[in-house]
């Protein structure tokens, strides 16, 4: 479009004096100019909330430069955190501004649930409770019962009903189920949380064992709770050497390592970074929230059994070895791994036209099966406590 619109002003000044052929070709490039205008994409509301903390200053340029929902989707962009937090989140408002990003088309900094959720498309929920010193896990959960009742409220209330809703702030598969309860108008299937941080973390990990890059693994697997009784599962996972993919299994020849300091690296990165930086995940976690959103908004990549080649590939039946798939925290209903319904619970899953499957038909073996198990376990227990403080919130 812009090619042509060159042309014609080309055409425009180097016109012979011809007051016909001038006015066509002026007429031509207002039709066009007018029709690019009617085929921009609208607005999308945007909501972060924790927005003036670190995970939010990471991730918040990768949204208003198109990185996560493209670079042709202009954003309406709302932050909101707590009133003591508001001064912290006029200074992220400023750099916002600052960086004169073209796809921003509004940016509100709020501490009012009201302005935050309404009309929504997306909802990032980083914020929460943290879990401080000598604070029991009870304690820890029924702080962000409170908060997270509220936000399923307010998304109730507010938001639109297809408004996808992403959580962040731990425990975030509890949280997750939380908000979905608590906004019982709008499909549970569109509450997700993120485990994604899990999943690179897992991919980083077997390619630095390998030598080779993280974009050259794929369908590693984050079942159950986004905690330390996660399963890291490579089992069904590739990787590509000398431009052959092979099971990670077979590549690596070691299994007392992947089955041992693998999985306790993954479970644990997000303790060590803390000790290392003293301070939590930041980078890492705003570079998942995007990777998580962006699978959401384009659909996860389709391939033939290379990590190149795209393909379409039909989902309504999903069991495909040959597409690529990720991890993220689902509701659990109807799935065929014996996970209990009625958890937020990390899968494999593919995702098309903003739906997501799950991927059905991966032989589980006993010691996969037991570390699942172990995982769903802690997430009943979680949701029974929760829904005690629910009930009562």
Not at 156 to 177: D, F, M
Request: with cysteine; glycine share 6%; charged share 25%.
């Amino acid at each position: 479009m812009t090619t042509l619109l060159v042309v014609l002003n080309v055409l425009y000044l180097s016109t012979p004096e011809n007051a016909g052929q001038i006015s066509a070709v002026k007429l031509l490039q207002q039709q066009i100019q007018q029709s690019w205008k009617d085929t921009e994409s609208e607005p999308i509301r945007v909501l972060v909330t924790g927005a003036a903390g670190q995970i939010a200053y990471s991730l918040l340029y990768s949204i208003g430069n198109g990185s996560v929902f493209g670079k042709d989707q202009p954003i309406i962009l709302v932050l909101l955190d707590i009133t003591p937090m508001m001064g912290v989140l006029d200074g992220v408002l400023m750099e916002l501004q600052d960086c004169a990003l073209p796809l921003l088309k509004d940016i509100i900094a709020t501490d009012k649930e009201e302005v935050a959720f309404k009309d929504l498309d997306v909802a990032v929920l980083v914020g929460s409770m943290p879990r401080r010193e000598g604070m029991e896990r009870k304690d820890l959960l029924k702080a962000n019962v409170k908060i997270f009742k509220a936000q399923g409220a307010a998304l109730e209330k507010y938001a639109k009903k297809s408004v996808k809703v992403i959580v962040v702030g731990n425990p975030a598969n509890t949280n997750c189920l939380t908000a979905s309860k608590s906004a019982p108008s709008i499909p549970k299937e569109n509450f997700s949380c993120l485990t994604r941080l899990d999943h690179n973390r897992a991919k980083s990990q077997i390619a630095l064992k390998l030598g080779v890059t993280a974009d050259d693994v794929k369908n590693v697997i984050i079942w159950g709770n986004h905690s330390s009784t996660q399963y890291p599962d490579v089992n069904h996972a590739k990787v590509k050497l000398q431009g052959k993919e092979v099971g990670v299994y077979e590549a690596l020849k070691d299994d007392s390592w992947l089955k041992g300091e693998f999985i306790t690296t993954v479970q644990q990165r997000g303790a060590a970074v803390i000790k290392a930086r003293k301070l939590s995940s930041a980078m890492s976690a705003a570079k998942a929230i995007s990777d998580h959103i962006r699978d959401i908004w384009f659909g996860t990549p389709e391939f033939d059994g290379s990590l190149c080649k795209p393909i379409p590939v039909v989902h309504d039946s999903v069991n495909l070895f040959q597409g690529e798939f990720v991890s993220m925290g689902v509701i659990s209903d109807g799935n065929s791994y014996g996970v209990p319904d009625d958890l937020l619970y990390s899968f494999p899953v593919v995702i098309k036209n903003k739906s997501w499957k799950f991927v059905e038909g991966l032989p589980i073996n006993d010691f996969s099966r037991e570390k699942m198990d172990l995982t769903a376990k802690e997430l009943a227990e979680e949701k029974e406590t929760a829904f005690e403080f629910l009930s009562s919130a």
